[in-house]
């Protein structure tokens, strides 16, 4: 299928992408690596008046490492956020998650900022950034500003960026000392996760002094498991972790779709859930 | 209209294209360099896979004024002065291939990750081709036919 007839404008710089933006109106959508926005505008599902290509704006894209947090551009491929060295500690969750998207030739495309703007409940770094308590970083006409990953994802397929805005990046705190996993459950290579779990964890010799989960394709939006996390602190013990993780089922009922019942969804997200929390705690003694 | 200038396979190509039209339609209709497939359509079976200034790309995802000023590499431009090169002789004598469909896809997804990792184990082999789908499901000669291209040019 060939999309809808659209007009394109190539911007050199950010202030020149926000001005065509804010001249092509609320049908005006950024364009960057297009690995979301041209599959939908392919089957019709997204009908763009004017694409802004801001894929040649060098200022948007890299990796910079801040000391205590790692800022990363929003043209910063899958493929180079999954090999940057800045992702230490905690942070190392985003590096895994983009290595196991889609397949190479997607990765090589594909941006961190534009997954991030899509907005799909099915995508795997949502999640990973709302374990991270991460920052979305947005600039539009009326200036810049930041939003709590918490507060960015507010719908299926829906963000807090408002019409006119870029994702320039995201502020991805570091947690050094701190484990990550990510563990997605899909039937076949390349598909969307019918469930995924995000994981840091805090691993001490006492146990686990804090944990954080994101959970995908949970419902809506990227969700928190609050509760498996309160439950999970303090626990050392593989049978302590199992009753932690059946906290999740405290969250609102997730959906039911071909692949999975609600169910089916709440079972899945247990079991990742133990997986990903023994995987990022890196102790033997939690591994199956 | 846009006007878009591509270098593919080393000769610079200077063109009006819509922008709805995608980089894979570009190379086979307006170029005629037919051997980039159009499988599944929906950037999932790899049959389209270029290389996309050296790295692996999905043409039917791909606009082609995303790819101006871009270097492009299609199946068409790995021989070079009548010699094939080492993926190509590869996958012939390995015979990695059976209805030859996904081949030139699965010949360019090879090429660029050996650039990447020039000798590879088969299980990595096997991931770097995740995103390259074979109906035939011939998948085991083509691995064969990659591990011993990157035999060929290791040596």
């Known amino acids: 299928m060939i999309p809808a007839s659209f007009d394109y404008e190539r911007a050199s710089s950010l202030d020149e992408a926000l001005s065509l933006l804010a001249a092509g109106g609320e049908d005006a959508r950024p364009l960057a690596g297009g690995h979301s926005l041209l599959p939908l505008m392919r089957l019709r599902l997204a009908r763009p008046s004017l694409l802004v290509d801001i894929g040649g704006i060098d200022e948007l894209r890299g990796v910079r490492d801040d000391g205590d947090s790692v800022t990363i551009g929003a043209l910063t491929t899958h493929h180079e956020v999954a090999g940057a060295a800045a992702l230490t500690g905690g942070s190392g969750l985003i590096a895994k998650v983009a290595e196991g998207i889609g397949d190479p030739q997607v990765r090589h495309r594909g941006t961190l900022g534009g997954s991030v703007a899509h907005a799909d409940p099915a995508s795997d770094l949502p999640a990973a950034l709302l374990a991270l308590d991460a920052e979305v970083t947005l600039a539009g006409p009326g200036g810049t500003r930041?939003?709590?990953?918490?507060?960015?994802?507010?719908?299926?397929?829906?963000?807090?960026?408002?019409?006119?805005?870029?994702?320039?990046?995201?502020?991805?705190?570091?947690?050094?000392?701190?484990g990550s996993a990510y563990q997605k459950f899909q039937r076949r290579a390349q598909d969307w996760a019918i469930v995924g779990v995000a994981a840091v964890v805090n691993w001490t010799d006492s146990g686990i002094a804090g944990a954080a989960i994101g959970l995908t394709?949970?419902?809506?939006?990227?969700?928190?498991?609050?509760?498996?996390?309160?439950?999970?602190?303090?626990?050392?013990?593989?049978?302590?972790?199992?009753?932690?993780?059946?906290?999740?089922?405290?969250?609102?009922?997730?959906?039911?779709?071909?692949?999975?019942?609600?169910?089916?969804?709440?079972?899945?997200?247990?079991?990742?859930?133990a997986r990903a929390v023994a995987e990022a705690a890196g102790c033997p003694g939690m591994q199956r | 209209m846009k006007r878009i200038s591509v270098t593919v396979n080393g000769v610079r190509h200077e063109a009006d294209v819509e922008p709805r039209t995608l980089l894979v339609h570009f190379i086979r209709e307006q170029l005629e360099l037919t051997g980039t497939n159009v499988g599944c359509d929906t950037s999932s079976c790899g049959a389209c896979t270029i290389l996309m200034d050296g790295q692996s790309a999905k043409s039917c995802t791909v606009l082609a004024v995303q790819a101006d000023g871009a270097e492009v590499t299609t199946v068409e431009g790995l021989a070079s002065n009548g010699d094939w090169h080492p993926v190509q002789k590869a996958f012939h004598e390995n015979h990695g291939l059976q209805c030859g469909f996904c081949t030139p896809g699965m010949m360019m997804a090879a090429v660029g990750y050996l650039d990447e990792n020039p000798s590879p184990s088969e299980d990595e082999v096997r991931l770097a081709l995740e995103g390259n789908l074979c109906r035939c499901t011939g998948y085991h000669n083509i691995v064969k036919a990659v591990l011993a291209a990157a035999d060929d040019m290791g040596s």
């Open chain 1, 217 to 273: 394709n949970m419902g809506g939006t990227p969700l928190r498991a609050h509760a498996v996390e309160a439950a999970l602190t303090g626990t050392s013990e593989k049978a302590q972790i199992l009753a932690a993780v059946s906290k999740v089922s405290e969250l609102e009922t997730p959906p039911a779709d071909e692949n999975a019942s609600s169910e089916y969804r709440l079972h899945l997200a247990q079991v990742l859930i």
């Open chain 1, 146 to 178: 930041s939003v709590a990953a918490a507060d960015f994802f507010v719908g299926p397929f829906m963000s807090a960026a408002d019409d006119g805005e870029i994702v320039t990046g995201v502020r991805v705190p570091k947690r050094e000392g701190w």
